[in-house]
């Protein structure tokens, strides 16, 4: 992982501002590279553009200014098709707000990228059960979001994220949800995930704990990257740990 010249995400100089009303510029000037392979935690209060940040990379919203390239693409130069592409096959995704497909299942929201990348129903589907057992929700499977806790849905969501072995995992305070026990169980799960598959791993928390999982820690404060650290006696287990 670590010989792929090209970073995985590479953020230049980007400014996102929403206008209205009064402008709120929610990332101000900001730069980050990110290697193949690089679990970083993103941190900062609320409000200093953690999301927003996710949002950008994964190419769901476009920069007011700068550029953001995934594998060394401009996203804003792609088709709609190519974006949406490279997101059903290289990203993960775990939003705040789990964006479930309401009239679905759990079984059917988690099996739903494998249907979209055109793997068959019942293969989808047993996939689906198996990763369903492996994040700790089992019974509740074949219910439908709105029959579900906020931390059995955030559990849906994480297994729907992982479900194709994405390449990338961009998730947005996965275990904010959930109980420190139930928490801990799913940064093990990222933990296997990425020495498995070497997944790049973007993770936004507010707990430290969390954030122990990841060689890099990242800090927004207002829109701006405040600090950049790597812990470099975790960076040469990368592949090991
Ligand atoms: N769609 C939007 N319209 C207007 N303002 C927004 C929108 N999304 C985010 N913001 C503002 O941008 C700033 C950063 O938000 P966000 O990225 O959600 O922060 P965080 O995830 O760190 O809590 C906040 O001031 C927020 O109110
Ligand atoms: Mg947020």
């Given at each position: 992982m670590e010989n792929n010249p090209i970073p995985v995400i590479e953020v230049k100089g980007v400014r996102k501002s929403y206008a209205n009303g009064a402008e709120v510029c929610a990332l101000d000037d900001v730069d980050l590279t990110i290697g193949h392979g690089q679990r970083v935690a993103i941190m900062g209060?609320?409000?200093?553009?953690k999301s927003t940040l996710l949002n950008l990379i994964c190419g769901l919203d476009v920069p007011t200014k700068g550029q953001v390239l995934f594998e060394g693409r401009d996203l804003a130069t792609m088709s709609d098709d190519d974006r949406t592409r490279i997101r059903r096959v290289k990203m993960g995704m775990i939003f705040q707000t789990f964006?479930?497909?309401?009239?679905?299942?759990g079984v059917e929201n988690v099996a739903l990228p494998l249907r979209l990348n055109g793997v068959a129903l019942r293969e989808a589907n047993e996939k689906a059960l198996a990763m369903i057992e492996k994040v700790g929700i089992t019974k509740r499977a074949h219910h439908r979001p709105d029959e579900m806790s906020g931390g059995e849905r955030q559990r849906i969501a994480i297994a729907r994220a992982l479900i194709f072995d994405p390449p990338v995992l961009l998730a947005d305070e996965p275990t904010g949800n959930l109980d420190s026990h139930t928490g801990e169980d799913i940064l093990s799960l990222l933990e296997s995930v990425h020495s498995e598959f070497g997944t790049t791993i973007l993770l936004v928390t507010h707990n430290e704990h969390a954030a122990e999982h990841c060689e890099r820690r990242v800090t927004l404060l207002d829109g701006k990257i405040v600090a950049d650290e790597t812990d470099t006696s975790r960076t040469a287990n990368v592949s090991s740990v």
């Open positions: 209060q609320s409000g200093s553009g964006n479930l497909l309401p009239t679905l299942t």
